[in-house]
């Protein structure tokens, strides 16, 4: 395993043993409709508040990935997981009765690919057999928390994007699978002195093309020796800052990236205006539609790069920029 400038390529790269995606009803009236493992009803599926719904979310999206991986939680060595909100509740809540030695990751909507680099190490290091990396979001819930309370009834800009109601969770470990980890890459904190919390994209774009750009020179390779580029989420308007700036930089996408923002809902029928973000839409995108495609043969390589926002509401009422940061997958189809 050599380390060169965040970039870290795995001498024993894991293997994808399972993985699971959840939604909501919105997210499941979208493109992925019938592609996930369960929908929930309604805001809170039966729970007492958006909180415990989303725990509720991200503990079946972890029991279905550990499922589909024939495996039990016992198995599973280590997880590495997280959320949007404070102290990561909907994931210490989630996950506690699993009973599975957890580590908290917060990289607002970066979390799913960070958490997957970070189990990826993991296992291919030898330090553990099996990993799982589980992420989730859901848009009441973190709308309190960053912006305003859904009663406020605020209007929305056309920048603004949809925090999606979703979780995903991906089984990594030794062994055989369709699919491998061969390549992870940590990214910088980028920031363009953006201090719009409706505009996300913008803030988040340009971490994503240091990041992308960074991994293309040091493997020598262009977009066009990747069957898609998947960012997370960047949405209508950063995924538009995103081919500019790869232009100027000499690597232009080619027709080749596609964004988690813009494939999780229709924003031609659904308003969600830019597209949709939070971290549960780039763990769903990934593991209900890409990575089942992937087991299927096509597409066979892969750059996952989820992006996040690293702000809150505290240093946005305080004046502060919204620094961005994007970390890196590599998956390689058999």
Same mark, same amino acid.
């Given at each position: 395993?050599?380390?060169?400038?965040?970039?870290?390529?795995?001498?024993?790269?894991?293997?994808?043993?399972?993985?699971?995606?959840?939604?909501?009803?919105?997210?499941?009236?979208?493109?992925?409709?019938?592609?996930?493992?369960?929908?929930?009803?309604?805001?809170?599926?039966?729970?007492?508040?958006?909180?415990?719904?989303?725990?509720?979310?991200?503990?079946?999206?972890?029991?279905?990935?550990?499922?589909?991986?024939?495996?039990?939680?016992?198995?599973? !060595?280590?997880?590495?997981?997280?959320?949007?909100?404070? @102290?990561?509740?909907? *994931?210490?809540? &989630?996950?506690?009765? #699993? %009973?599975?030695?957890?580590?908290?990751?917060?990289?607002?909507?970066?979390?799913?690919?960070?958490?997957?680099?970070?189990?990826?190490?993991?296992?291919?290091?030898?330090?553990?057999?099996?990993?799982?990396?589980?992420?989730?979001?859901?848009?009441?819930?973190?709308?309190?928390?960053?912006?305003?309370?859904? !009663?406020?009834?605020?209007?929305?800009?056309?920048?603004? @994007?949809?925090?999606? *109601?979703?979780? &995903?969770?991906?089984? #990594? %470990?030794?062994?055989?699978?369709?699919?491998?980890?061969?390549?992870?890459?940590?990214?910088?904190?980028?920031?363009?002195?953006?201090?719009?919390?409706?505009?996300?994209?913008?803030?988040?774009?340009?971490?994503?093309?240091?990041?992308?750009?960074?991994?293309?020179?040091?493997?020598?390779?262009?977009?066009?020796?990747?069957?898609?580029?998947?960012?997370?989420?960047?949405?209508?308007?950063?995924?538009?800052?995103?081919?500019?700036?790869?232009?100027?930089?000499?690597?232009?996408?080619?027709?080749?990236?596609?964004?988690?923002?813009?494939?999780?809902?229709?924003?031609?029928?659904?308003?969600?205006?830019?597209?949709?973000?939070?971290?549960?839409?780039?763990?769903?995108?990934?593991?209900?539609?890409?990575?089942?495609?992937?087991?299927?043969?096509?597409?066979?390589?892969?750059?996952?790069?989820?992006?996040?926002?690293?702000?809150?509401?505290?240093?946005?009422?305080?004046?502060?920029?919204?620094?961005?940061?994007?970390?890196?997958?590599?998956?390689?189809?058999?």
């Amino acid at each position: 395993m050599s380390l060169k400038r965040g970039i870290i390529h795995l001498k024993n790269p894991p293997s994808i043993l399972g993985f699971s995606a959840v939604a909501g009803d919105m997210e499941q009236s979208g493109p992925l409709s019938g592609k996930f493992d369960k929908v929930f009803k309604g805001d809170m599926d039966g729970e007492k508040s958006f909180e415990k719904a989303e725990s509720k979310m991200q503990l079946c999206a972890a029991e279905k990935a550990i499922e589909k991986a024939n495996l039990n939680p016992e198995d599973i !060595e280590i997880a590495f997981a997280g959320d949007l909100l404070n @102290q990561c509740i909907g *994931t210490n809540y &989630g996950l506690r009765e #699993l %009973g599975i030695p957890f580590a908290g990751v917060y990289g607002a909507c970066s979390t799913m690919a960070e958490s997957i680099v970070i189990s990826s190490v993991f296992v291919s290091s030898g330090q553990v057999e099996r990993a799982i990396a589980v992420t989730s979001s859901h848009f009441c819930a973190s709308e309190r928390q960053f912006r305003f309370p859904l !009663e406020y009834g605020g209007q929305r800009p056309p920048t603004a @994007q949809w925090t999606a *109601t979703a979780a &995903g969770a991906v089984v #990594l %470990g030794k062994g055989q699978s369709k699919i491998k980890i061969k390549s992870v890459g940590v990214g910088r904190i980028i920031d363009y002195k953006i201090k719009d919390m409706n505009n996300m994209g913008a803030a988040m774009a340009p971490a994503a093309v240091d990041t992308i750009v960074k991994f293309l020179e040091d493997t020598n390779t262009t977009p066009k020796d990747y069957d898609l580029i998947l960012t997370g989420d960047l949405g209508q308007v950063g995924s538009s800052i995103l081919s500019e700036l790869m232009d100027m930089e000499g690597y232009p996408l080619e027709g080749r990236h596609s964004d988690c923002g813009m494939l999780l809902f229709d924003r031609k029928k659904q308003d969600v205006h830019a597209g949709g973000s939070g971290c549960g839409c780039s763990a769903a995108v990934l593991c209900a539609d890409v990575l089942d495609r992937m087991s299927k043969g096509n597409p066979k390589k892969v750059l996952f790069i989820a992006t996040g926002a690293l702000m809150s509401p505290t240093s946005n009422q305080q004046g502060e920029s919204i620094p961005g940061v994007a970390h890196l997958v590599l998956l390689e189809g058999e």
